[in-house]
């Protein structure tokens, strides 16, 4: 018995967290998508009855501008926030006495609630009171920036947030990056009389190529899931022109009442992760495994 | 009295690929088992096995005559040493060396009696309030051996103990073993890739590759009667010379008949061994060929050779010839006088020649 | 000879890079810039009274200091109907966090002793399962959770959210705990084995006393996610057991009255001001924990 015992501790140990993901994620995602394909409204029913919530998701318009959103804003936002991490890291990197300093000045969004973030750049692009009207003040009369409340622009307020809060982090996956590139090879390079501009693109860029992939998988997850800052920015508005997957499935679960729709969206989402994550993350483990 | 080490039919499997293959081995009290190989031939999983930290998947093992297949490492009465010395990092050196007894729930007064006693023997005293980061490579090795010493097991075994260490310190510490196993008549296994380690230490050396054991014997049985030609050329540096030949049935003894790249074939003739099939190769150790014009001794035969390279090494001085399509070592004395690119006379001592099949590498004589 | 002509040259491109250098440092202060105006902004707007405020200038500091916009955040903004400021919902995010961050670590801590140290058949299999939950959409659990939260008899309540964040956390604090094990060589614990050590032994006295760097890790990283969490907290929670995030929502968001963005601000760095805190006086333990966290294996 006691032999039994030491011999199975580590199973033992690992029991409960292996039996909680297996129900909570692996079995939540199953009741989830088995939902979405009944004709749950108010209440979840359990008959299975084809693709119709899909039909009505994709045939929805306010889906489609949540869906639509998604692509606009990852992109914006992935691409603006890697070009501007990379500059950003590659402009610390040459030996900056106060480094330590701009690095905390750049990171500390990181540290802060996406609702607080939202909170504050609200106050600030509110055109009656914020940048707008201070612009104005300055003298410029017509000066207008208007996108908080502007239908066709409001998604673009999110992109500015949600960089201005993600950007130093990829700043500092950079920093790390370019700090981790042999330096032999560098000084190797510098011997050769090759420019500094040309030592990067040619030599430490290439070789940060997983850093990239971790920072864009990093991205596009926080882009996928972003909620919190819709909510606080534009909670969706004006209308629903900056509707995310995340807050349209959040509207119809616990506002709509309509537990069909938000499963099914809830499934796209997921089918949208697991087609970035699941090529990372197999090629990450087999190599560990080899 | 029982083998202090018994292991029969032992085999270790991870999945279908077979690591250890119908391990047979025993050792006495007071014995010295070195277990040598390549990396990869399962000498390690072995000692692991013996230490009860890898499950065996098939055999038994006893210790002092108990079985110890299904036994916990804890209760097999074993102190080990490791390769990366494995101190705990953030205990002192006294606790590192008390932890065990601590454990056991050994009285307080015989933990520091015990650990008085091996601080002394190791004269690791000063250090005994330090950490194992504060400690040089040689003091972390000592320190590895007071944790084991401080147990006074019926078995040591030690993984690569030597492994870490700088060339010079190696040497020391090689000694150091030899003595504390020859004043505490301790019974060892030992675990190395080093020949000369294997060679020096060992009571009982055991020589494996690929999961089966090539060869079990003495230093000098290994040395010089190696059963097939993997241990003939792992054994012994510089490597024992291995000749493709011919031979003849010539009298009472046989004609053996090494071709070369210009010139005449030498011919030799073994008066003890016959038999021998037509194609074989010739083991000889670098030592047994030696400069005719020096002296020598033994049944010896001479012929003349062409020198490649010459170098010397101070006691010695190494002549590479070509024989057989083989580099071939000869060991001479310092004061040779062979000359790269001229022909030297040497000697061949016959009586110490090995014989293997060619195709089985099987030791023929 | 080659020296000489050389020099010339070295002084030029010195010259030029005094300017370069210059140009770097211009622009890394209007980046710093950036970055500090949004709180720079809350900041003073937070101390200036509305009437200073409907004039319209963000970027002045305040005419007079008040502390009005403060204290009406703290104890006595709305949050739709209830009008107690933030403090309660403070006090919830506090009595969430700590028992989860807790929770969290402990466990992650274990399993990641367990998946790098004591690997057996199905280890591995477990910590690929672990480590994809780590990157699901929290969405496709929602609302299989509210219901397992009603059948539990948590829906709403404090432990019913610690319970979720928990859960949810396993995934990272795991990954942590077994990257930082992983590196420490398994004959550590065969030695321990052979000094008779048992499991729980030879992580307490052994393992633990390595583990404070990641320990710190891991607290700051669940800390900082369980504080800053607002989708589980408007999720699960009802009036009464909200946390701070979604108080700070709700009285941003609140239709009654006129809007007082002075408050908005005074609460919204309140409800920043722990996991700040946290990042100025460990911020390398911080940056560390999200590069762990995205760098994976």
Partial sequence: MTKWLEENTPKLVLAPSFVAVLIFVYGFIAWTAWVSLTRSRLLPKYEIDGFIQYDRLFSSPRWDTAFSNLFVFGFLFIVIAMVLGLILAILLDQNIRTEGAIRTIYLYPMALSMIVTGTAWKWILNPGLGLEATVRGWGFENFTFDWLVNPDMAIYTVVIAAIWQSSGFVMALFLAGLRSVDTEIIRAAQVDGIPTWRVYTAIIIPAMAPIFLSAFIVLSHLAIKSFDLVIALTGGGPGYATDLPATYMYAMAFSRGDIGQAASSAMIMMLVVFAIIVPYLYSELRSKDG | MAPILEINNLYKNYGSVEILKDINVSIEQGDFLVLVGPSGCGKSTLLNCIAGLEPISGGNMAIAGQDMTNVSPKDRDIAMVFQSYALYPTMTVAKNITFGMKVRGVEQSVQDEKLAYVAQQLQIEPLLNRKPGQLSGGQRQRVAMGRALVRDPKLFLFDEPLSNLDAKLRVEMRTEIKSLHQRLGASMVYVTHDQIEAMTLATKIVVMKGGVIQQIGTPAEIYTRPANLFVADFMGSPAMNLIPAKTKANGSGTQIEIARKEGAPIVLTDTRNQNLPENVIVGVRPEDIADAALGRVGDTQEAECLIDIVEPAGADTFAVMQLGGKHVTARLHAETDATAGEAQKLAFDLAKVSYFEPDTGLRLN | ?297
């Fill in chain 3, 1 to 297: 000879m080659a020296d000489m002509s050389y020099t010339p040259t070295q002084t030029g491109s010195s010259a030029g890079k005094i300017a370069l250098r210059w140009g770097l440092y211009i622009m890394l202060g209007l980046f710093a810039l950036f970055y500090l105006m949004p709180l720079f902004v809350m900041v003073t707007t937070s101390f200036k009274s509305l009437e200073e405020i409907r004039t319209g200038d963000l970027i002045s500091l305040p005419r007079e200091f008040t502390f009005d916009a403060w204290q009406t955040a703290w104890s006595g903004a709305c949050t739709g109907i209830q009008c107690e400021g933030v403090r309660p919902y403070f006090w919830n995010s506090v009595l969430i966090a700590i028992p989860a961050v807790l929770l969290s670590t402990l466990i992650g801590a274990l399993n990641g002793y367990v998946v790098a140290q004591w690997r057996f058949k199905g280890a591995n299999l477990f910590f690929a399962l672990m480590l994809f939950g780590c990157f699901i959409p929290f969405q496709v659990v929602l609302l299989p959770m509210a219901r397992m939260l009603g059948l539990m008899g948590l829906a709403g309540t404090i432990p019913g959210l610690i319970f979720v964040h928990v859960i949810y956390g396993l995934g990272f604090t795991t990954l942590f705990f077994r990257n930082y094990y992983v590196s420490i060589p398994a004959e550590l614990t065969k030695a321990a084995k052979v000094d008779g050590a048992g499991f729980f032994r030879i992580f307490w006295s052994i393992f633990l006393p390595l583990s404070l760097p990641i320990i710190v890790v891991t607290i700051i990283w669940q800390f900082t996610q369980i504080w800053n969490d607002f989708l589980f907290g408007v999720s699960f929670s009802q009036a009464g057991t909200q946390p701070v995030t979604v108080a700070l929502n709700n009285i941003v968001n609140s239709t009654t009255g006129i809007k007082a963005y002075n408050v908005d601000m005074a609460a919204a760095i309140i409800a920043a001001l722990p996991t700040l805190f946290v990042y100025v006086v460990a911020g390398k333990y911080f940056v560390r924990g999200l590069t762990a966290g995205s760098v994976k294996g």
